[in-house]
């Protein structure tokens, strides 16, 4: 919401500094967001009076005026090519030196001849409008050299207030006021209407018009009908006659100018003017394109069409509430009228609807046609039911004064069921209890009154009346937010005070997700984040009903695609050694509602260390080994008791199982859109399991000495370490302590297929020195029993 | 026996010898002093046997003394020696340490830690919530009205039924305060999802942190200043920080926290539009009707509840111009926050 604090000044009758305005308002009322000077483009521009003008001694359509440019100079000579200039009227005078909107930095210079001391301006150059046929007449009794924004009026400031969804009070000037006016002490009056109101053409609305309980009506021959009181609670209709449609005055022109909205007629910008003063839409048709002539408010009949003003035909349906003449629609109620029923030049009469719209209906209608207006913006969060008489009467006033006209009937106000102001109970104490500080019962009564509430006490409570413009008032806790708000959040201390421990456990997921991410750090992966939506990557996939993009348009149900996505990222900015991981939440397709759980990725590529100038030539490349310790590790944090075994089906790669068989984990090579330089990538993920650990036990250190022993082995095709381990460690028993093989090899020496494996074997007893030949003879036990078992033999030396 | 002494008296002069000598004149004093043949201070421990008894014990105890005196200084002189060839022998001690990979966490992982660290400070617990929601728990039960504006389906990722992707964090209070009994004092970190186009300062999904505790008497004060304390311990200990109303429906009085700009003090600057001011979070004190919702006493229970976003707080400490950079997961960046945040 864009306010004029120049309207604000009108409103409260003093002069406002915009930065304060913007101040309280933020800090008691609702946000600024910026504070925009008006026209400080014009600073240059002074007023001058044309003395004398004489022809352009070398030019036919050039004019040699003699100007009076104030500061008790003498006259210059401007040469001006405007056909409109004449010999005592006031323009806009640019003097030499003088900075135009645009920028352009007006020189002295010679046009055909003559030297011109600077130049009279049209609206179009200082930026006021379109007109450039000729220089602006200016009707102001300032004295030449005066500035000319300050002559006009027209220097002002744009404060720019983002208003919530609950306050519509604020989205009109004398809503902003008023808080405004609570804050610093003033009262909000309208001011007077230039040249208006002229009572014997107001005649009929000196008072209110009779609130009519029905839903049929006739104001000056026009019949009225209100069909869809659902739609429509209250619907008051005026008509004035004899207007002449045209520009408006100037004040009005600029007064809409000063917050964004281009000047249209002078009826459209009377109604404009109330929407932004009282926020009451309005809406002036021209009767005679009413058929009937009738005013029927009623559900629009499916497949009824309309042209709105934007000239779109507009399919209506049952859902929306229409303006109909005695056939056709001819506003689609509270969003947008019909070119046809549009004022325009030729109009004489006019039908002026004032209404309060149910604001659902409204949303829903401008969702379904896909416009929106300041009207349906201002509908949909609820407008003043009860300030509606005030906001027509003044508003015909206002299109009197401006366009002329009058009215020979009282307007007509349907309303078939009347609304009371809302009253709440508010207990004092309440207030002290949920602000934590004693506030004075006359503050509060202060403070609530100051912004239009009426206060009573009563029965040791405050019976609090709410006025129309404060539909978000319904309950004691709002009244109370009121206060705070009101007297300000910063007056009230901010000082730590005891509190009661809460009865929330940790959540264990999160203490899980801590875990594995230590983890993988502390084993020099970086920590990736990516976006959870994209193509779909399986079968089960869960997808997204309305997605921004089709390639964001599925839930990820695994991360490692994310993750290579993230590697042929840094590849193409020529990162080479790339480990990354993530631990995030995936999905997948169930019954009902999708299955989400966190899941624990990595992905590798490039040198397996940095390289050191000492070793020379450059370091291997991550390999499948790499992965395999990465991925033994990350499962090892996120679900422990898990068995890392190799893939089955024949490709590289690993599988983490769990007890009872389901694989909740893979590790693998992948295959991406690589550089040539780039090194292989392995890319491994682990569902995390959230359950809490297992204490870890100590286990008393050794105090014998080991025995270690060195075996070299040839396993025959098929046969893998970890059988040979198994049946070693099985034969040997509990004194084999530990067992790692450091070679591999294949070739000469060895039967073709098979291969020779070393391992180096540690064995301790924990309770008595080992001998040498107890451990010759566990030794011999182990490979009796790989021979026998898998016809491993010793290697020859 | 004097000239026993005598000669240890001697001896004992040769002790200054040894803090100058090099590497080859300590072996040979060594050898000289102490070796096990010819060394002159052996010589007199192997003749002291033959004394008698009453000089033997203070020759014997006057030798001894001085020999520990020689260890200790030739082991002294040693060490010297040993620590000096190292820095002479010609190694350039400016060249490159051999390295390993440094592994790190995302920043916004641990600008989250920091700030639900800070709250823990303050006896805030950790819990979590599904990030796929009803729309009872990621509105209605949050007090928004059936045709609240936030509801329209251009604001938020529906996949089927009422189910939609959490759009805040704020439906796991309504979880949480379902699921256990006041006192309750919980940050809620997690993932959320608007439908917002990805673009400098805007993300389809982001992280937030939530925050409610409820518990008898706890007031606007309460609040006030749980959440400017957080304020001066995340920022800085003299960190300026205001209150301002706002509208959520799900707190009430609802207020935004603000504290002065990180980047210019609170003079005015282009990242806080000249206000002086960065906007930290939404809060407020829990609705009665969130409580009632819950089947919780309103009337006997009140609380606060607030709502941040980390990645902006973490682009505005840390200077990030584009919240893109932390999704897009280029190991350099990465690499720049994985000694931490200071």
Redesign the interface.
Known sequence: MIVSRRWLEALLDRPLDARDVSDRLTLHAAAVDAVVPLHQDLGDILIARVLEVKKHPDADRLSLCLVDAGGGGKPLEVVCGAPNVQTGKVYPYAPVGAVLPGGLKLERKKIRGVESNGMLCSAKELGLGADHAGILELDTTAAPGTRFIDALGIADHQIVIDVPANRPDLLCHKGVARELGASIGAVVKLPAIPGGPADSRTAGLSARPPVRQSATGVVDGVDVRLEDPEGAPRYMIAVIRGVKVGTSPAWLAHRLSAVGQRPINNVVDATNYILFELNQPLHAFDLARLRGPAVVVRRARPGEKIVTLDGVTRTLTADMTAICDAEHPTIVAGVMGSAESEVSADTRDLVLECAYFQPTRIRRTRRALELSSESSYRFERGIDQLGMPDALRRAIELIIAVAGGEVRAPALDLWPEPQQERTIFLRPERVNHLLGVAIERPEVERLLTGVGFFVAPKDGRLAVQVPGWRPDVTREVDLIEEVARLKGYDAFPDELRAYRPGTVPDAPDERARARVREQLVRAGLLEARTMPLGPPDGPDAVPILNPMSAEEAYLRRRLVPGLMRRIEYNWANRNRDIRLFEVGTVFRRGTGAPEEWTSVAGVLTGARRPAHWSEGAKVPDMDIWDLKYHFELAVAAAAPGCNVEPATGGAVGWVAVQQGGEVVGQANPLEADAPVWAAPLFGFEVRLAAAERDLVGYRALPLQPPVERDVALVLPPGVTAAQVSDVLRRAAGPLLERLEVFDEYRGPGIPAGHRGVAWHCTFRDPERTLRERDVDALLARGLEALEGELGVRRRES | MRDLLAALAELRERLKEIPQADERRLSDLKTEILGRKAGALTHILGRLPKLEPSSKKEVGAAANALKREFEAAFDARERDLKRAAGAVTGVDLT??A?????????L??QVV?EICDIFRG???????G???ETERYNFFALNFPK???AL???DS????GD?L?RTHTSPVQIR?LER???????VI?G?VYR?D?FDASHS??FQQIEGL?V?E??????F???L??FARRFFAPDTR???????FPFT?????MDVQCQICGGAGCATC?QTGWMEILGSG?V??AVLENCGVDSERY?GFAWGMGPERIAMSRHGIPDIRL???????F??QF?GGTR
Do not use: C, N
């Open positions: 060249m490159p051999r390295a390993g990979w440094r592994g790190g966490l995302h916004v992982t830690d303050l006896g805030f617990t950790r819990a979590v599904p990030e796929a045709d609240h504006p329209d389906a251009q990722f529906y996949l089927g189910l992707l949480t256990y009994p006041p006192p309750i004092r919980v970190p993932q439908r186009p389809p999904v505790a518990d008497g706890i007031s606007f004060v309460d006030k200043a749980t400017a304390t920080v205001r209150f301002r109303p706002s509208f009430e009085p609802s207020a935004e539009k004190m609705h009665p009140t932390l999704f897009e997961s280029d190991v350099r990465l690499a994985a």
